[in-house]
Each structure stands twice: as structure tokens, then as C-alpha cells.
């Protein structure tokens, strides 16, 4: 469960002030895949950022039971001179799950080659997408935060990423952000649509669609 109550996050550039979060009080419920929806620019990612705890709101608070992961595939936490071999044994100690399991998987999903035993600032963007992915399906998390990750990679590495994704929200929920209906379609069950800082939840995640479909047919 993850509860937002009357969350509030304001930016202020050159003077002006925009709020993608206005006094959110809402519940994704325990185990829910929700689909988060919304027009560019509306706050989508700033709200996953707020969840997984990487930004502070500018007030209210986020309540929630069990783990939730950063946001997957987020790769601006490794450290650029470490090998991507020694990145992944920092955040398996970080989490606690045995490293070599945890380098044998990320090893074989990332597919880098002898790229895996090479600093990390010397990768390509793809290859810091694939190792970030690895990372983040290796960690056990109650809650995946995820926000478009599955379009990286080519046609083989999505397939492996997606089947890799579906085990995980078997046992698991999610909160996702795709401007692939097709995508959210097959794995959410529910939906909230973020329009000028509010946020309105739906059961069923049709409804949710159809909200956001308007709302993107309007100027």
C-alpha cells in the first residue's frame, strides 16, 4: 500500500511557479499495477521520484507498507569509476541479497560482455540502460516503480526485459508510466490520470484511459 497524503510539490523558475501536485490525498492499494497517466510536462516522473523517496515534496507526506524500488532502470546512482561488476556487488551489500547471485543475474541479463568489467563512465547509454534494468529486476521489491524502461534496448533485449518484468509483478505491484496503451493495458490493473496537480484514481483501468484520452484531445 501506498498512501499520498495532501502531497504538494511546487517548482519555482525565474520567478514563475508551477504545480504538478496539488494536496494529493490518495491510496494505491497493496499489490495494485497502476497506471500512472498524464500529459507531458504533468508531473508523472516527478511523482514516481516522490515515491521511491529521490525528491522531497515541498509538503504532505507518502505513507506506504513493504519495499518500493527506485525508479527502474534509473542509472545515476552508480559510480562512474567503478566497474559495472563493482556497482552491482555495492547495491547488492547495500541490499542485502547475496552478491554473487546477484552479479550472475545481472551478468547474464545485461549481456555487456567484457563491458561488465569495465568503469562504468565508459558505457554507451544503452549499455548503462541495460546494466540499470539488471539491477533493478535483481532487487526484490513489494512495489516496482517504472517509468517507460521496457522501450530500451533492441527488439531481443525488450522481450527478455518484459519477461522478466511480468515474473516480477506476479508476485508484486507497480506503479508505471508508458505512453504505451498497449503496454499498460497488459500490465496494469488500474489507473490514476495526473491533470493540473490533481490526481484521480480508478478502479478500473478502462476509465482511466478514457479520462486521459480526453484529456489529451483538448488544447
Known amino acids: 500500500m501506498i498512501r499520498l497524503q495532501n502531497l ?17 490525498t490518495q491510496v494505491f492499494p497493496t499489490g495494485a499495477s497502476v497506471a500512472l497517466m498524464g500529459r507531458n510536462g504533468a508531473g508523472k516522473s516527478s511523482l514516481l521520484r516522490m515515491i521511491s523517496g529521490g525528491l522531497l515534496p515541498t509538503s504532505g507526506k507518502i505513507y506506504s507498507t513493504g519495499t518500493i524500488s527506485w525508479p527502474v532502470g534509473f542509472a545515476g546512482s552508480f559510480h562512474g569509476e567503478l566497474t559495472g ?9 547495500i541490499y542485502g541479497i547475496d552478491s554473487q547471485e546477484m552479479l550472475d543475474f545481472v551478468e547474464d541479463f545485461a549481456d555487456l560482455g567484457q563491458h561488465f568489467h569495465l568503469p562504468f563512465r565508459t558505457y554507451s547509454s544503452g549499455m548503462r540502460s541495460r546494466l540499470a534494468f539488471g539491477v533493478s529486476m ?10 517507460e524502461v521496457t522501450s530500451v534496448g533492441d527488439a531481443n533485449f525488450r522481450a527478455k526485459s518484459n519477461e522478466v518484468l511480468h515474473a516480477r509483478l506476479a508476485n508484486a505491484g507497480a506503479v508505471v508510466v508508458s505512453h504505451g496503451l498497449g503496454m499498460l493495458k497488459e500490465i496494469c490493473d488500474c489507473g490514476a490520470v495526473l491533470e493540473n496537480g490533481k490526481l484521480t484514481f480508478y478502479n478500473d483501468l478502462q476509465d482511466a484511459i478514457d479520462h486521459h484520452t480526453a484529456n489529451m484531445t483538448r488544447r
Open 85 to 93: 561488476s563493482q556497482n552491482v556487488r555495492f547495491v547488492a551489500r
Open 8 to 24: 504538494t510539490k511546487t517548482y519555482y523558475l525565474n520567478g514563475r511557479q508551477k504545480t504538478v501536485a496539488d494536496n494529493i
Open 138 to 147: 535483481a532487487v526484490p521489491f513489494d512495489t516496482y516503480l517504472i517509468d
